[in-house]
């Protein structure tokens, strides 16, 4: 089965750029989207296909797309964006969709 | 403004059934292709199902075709999720979410509601 892998962890201190990966053998061809998850509470979507950002969401948060990685950066982190990041995508013909394992962005 | 409500949930033997709900309002249900993601406790995301906004094509994950069936009402604006011959494993919490699309943009889980519990335990 499709699989999207992420590392279990970044830590930044506040003010650095904390960039968080995803790997997935059809992101070349299936966009990427991105999740925040604090703790106890529903996810928000931060980015969707590969670079966009919805509206209300703060324009630290970006995303690229290269190859098999996508990339989910936040520049300038702030203790406010200490929370699970989850990556999100489909298989090469669409009928599965998937998680990435997640990332715990630590932020002190 | 958009609402997502989950409602269903709770604790049911292993092999057992139960019957998720979710409720929308404040959109045109109909419009939107729809989907159930679980998270078990002190795990990551999975994705389980999709359901297109007519209710035409629908997608499951591995872990849950055969046992779980997705469904729509779109009179009622409600999505379902019949979960059956539950395991152990299937302990989560159990969120719906809109998926956010036209005819030029996907915008991905752009909703979710706040989720409802499931525990399958003896």
């Known amino acids: 089965s499709y699989e999207l892998t992420q590392p279990p962890s970044v830590s930044v201190s506040p003010g650095q750029t904390a960039r968080i990966t995803c790997s997935g053998d059809?992101?070349?061809?299936?966009?990427a989207y991105w999740y925040q998850q604090k703790s106890g509470q529903a996810p928000v979507l931060v980015i969707y296909e590969d670079t966009k950002r919805p509206s209300g969401i703060p324009g630290r948060f970006s995303g690229s797309s290269s190859g098999t990685m996508a990339t989910l950066t936040l520049s300038g982190a702030q203790v406010d964006d200490e929370a699970d990041y989850y990556c999100y995508s489909a298989d090469a013909n669409g009928d599965h969709r998937v998680f990435g394992g997640g990332t715990k962005l630590t932020v002190l | 403004e958009v609402h997502l409500v989950e409602s269903g949930g709770g604790l049911v033997q292993p092999g057992g059934s139960l019957r998720l709900s979710c409720a929308g309002s404040g959109f045109t249900f109909s419009s939107y292709e729809m989907n159930w993601v679980r998270q078990a406790p002190g795990k990551g995301l999975e994705w389980v199902s999709y359901?297109?906004?007519?209710?035409?094509?629908?997608y499951y994950a591995d872990s849950v075709k055969g046992r779980f069936t997705i469904s729509r009402d779109n009179a009622q604006n409600s999505l379902f999720l019949q979960l059956n011959s539950l395991r152990v494993d299937d302990t989560a919490i159990y969120y719906c979410?809109?998926?956010?699309?036209?005819?030029?943009?996907?915008?991905?889980?752009?909703?979710w509601g706040q989720g409802t519990l499931v525990t399958v335990s003896s």
């Open positions: 359901i297109s906004g007519a209710g035409y094509t629908i």
């Open positions: 979410a809109r998926e956010g699309a036209n005819d030029y943009t996907n915008y991905g889980l752009d909703y």
């Open positions: 059809a992101l070349p061809k299936k966009y």
